[in-house]
């Protein structure tokens, strides 16, 4: 996408702009500002295209009027965006702020224990972003974004996992990229620059309880989280399960976790027969409910040892292979080789990385390469792009072949990678 004019970005902000005022107004909403705090559909809800549209411009038209200079220096300080609401999320600041009405900077000092001094500079730095207003001075309340913090404590785990214990692990990919910088060994990126440990992350985040606890609620509050795909499961929806399996198809959920996916799946497809296979540990709570379908099956397994259901229609990998370098994302399609029959396909749920071209949205593109830099920092892995998939499949074994990806318009981040397994006849 070519660089816009200040006067071919006013064109596209007032064109799109008035087409979003013009569906409030069909719609009976009334029109919001940042400090509304009664929930309400989001933008991208009422008409996708246009608001991404006017994102886009809108950024636009702040790089082009700070000019070169003032944008990276604001780049270069951003982080203090991340600890200011970490602090904030830390503290458990959003909660202790009534959902309607006000309360004093000094009050929620005392309530959180922080220092009157540092919790006013969080929120006053935090309120530049939206983040809590001061309608008088030491006075604060809600905004629509603190608000959201506080009606969803979930979200808040997610966003502290990142904002806290992941920020300085963030901060070192530089220093680690220096120190390291041809590897693609998981135990030589920024995590162990930034913790010391000579483990690879999974074995940093499991040798601290208080770390893991936190992980794990960080991941159940993204799998709920997606603002107007809240609730839905994207992969169930995105690709055309009883067509291309059959109507009584075995799928295979590999490292699928506490089955969050595969009971959606189960559900919706009641005469599949599902197995979500990870550690027990995984999945042991939601194994024992006694709401769980009838077609819903659990096992232990180890992905980097053979895959012991053999003959499924399908083994499915929910963001599995981008928590791994290339070498081992290899070996866990290998291991799925030997229980293959012909025709069983090999689903693959990740986001796509683009290449080199612009896609349609500059923020969308801004968004899965922030995930890219998180791999990177965590686990020198990353995100992929069709021909990194395409290529995985081949080095696994030449018999899988690659066929087709399948999404949803609402989330075009998120795909599903279909390899078919084709022996010689």
Known sequence: MAARTIEELREIINRTSTKLSNDLKNQGIPSPTVNNTVARPSFESIDLNASRELLDAVREVEALVMGPQKMLTY???????????????????PALVPLEGTVSISSLASQS????????????????????CEPLPGIIGHTAASAALARDPAFCNFLRWLTVDLA???????????KWPLTEKMNECAVN???????NFWQWMNGDPVRQSRFHQAIAGHAG????????????????WAEKLGRKAVVVDVGGGSGYFSRALALAYPEFTITVQDRAAAFSASAARSDKPSNLNFQEHDFFTPQPLRDADAYFLRH??????RAEAVSILRNLLPALKPGARV?????????GERGESLLEDKMIRQVDMQMMGVLNSKE??????AALFQEADKRLKFRVKYQLPEDKKSWIFEAVWETDS
């Open 384 to 389: 992929r792009t069709t021909e990194d998939y």
């Open 168 to 178: 300085a692990v963030q901060a070192s990919i530089p220093v680690a990229a220096k």
């Open 75 to 93: 780049m270069a300080v951003i982080y203090h965006d991340v600890t200011s609401l970490g602090a904030l999320l830390e503290f458990n600041i």
């Open 347 to 355: 689903l693959v749920s990740e986001h796509l990385m683009p290449g």
């Open 113 to 132: 224990g922080l220092s009157e001094d540092k919790l006013t500079r969080f929120i006053r730095y935090a309120a530049t972003n939206f983040i809590f």
């Open 320 to 325: 599995i292979l981008h928590d791994w370098p």
């Open 225 to 240: 989280g997606g603002g107007g795909l809240k609730g839905r499961s994207l992969d169930v929806e995105a690709y055309p």
């Open 193 to 199: 620059y930034a913790s010391g440990t000579n483990g």
